[in-house]
């Protein structure tokens, strides 16, 4: 099982970026699939997760409005698409799964709750 995160980067504050997650080994198709990001001295944060039965998803209020959680059976690959990002939004981000999980209905998640994670991308939002 793997996981792949990229489309990190350095944008400017306002920007946008479309983060990916490739998936080997596993389907996104069963459990939930999360989104976490990490900063410098912070705690794990889990900013959105989705269903995989039905796509449902749900954010952290950090995101609520500003990030998209979307998929691509084919590709079995997860995306994240940042708009209106800002300063605070700096971090690593990464995917993981939990693909036996129940629903996951509301963020922030609790990392102990997904067995499998990426290795993260960087994502910096700076002039």
């Known amino acids: 099982v793997q996981l792949v995160e990229s489309g990190g980067g350095l944008v400017q504050p306002g920007g946008s970026l479309r983060l990916s997650c490739a998936g080997s080994?596993?389907?996104?198709?069963?459990?939930?699939i999360g989104w976490f990001r990490q900063s410098p001295g912070q705690e794990r944060e889990g900013i959105g997760c989705m269903n995989a039965h039905d796509g449902s998803t749900a954010y952290a209020d950090s995101v609520k409005g500003r990030f998209t959680i979307s998929r691509d059976n084919i590709k079995n690959t997860v995306y994240l698409q940042m708009n209106s990002l800002k300063p605070e939004d700096t971090a690593v981000y990464s995917c993981a799964t939990d693909p036996v999980g129940g629903e996951c209905t509301q963020a922030p998640m609790r990392p102990l709750d997904f067995d499998y994670w990426g290795q993260g991308t960087q994502v910096t939002v700076s002039l």
């Open positions: 080994g596993l389907t996104f198709e069963y459990g939930n």
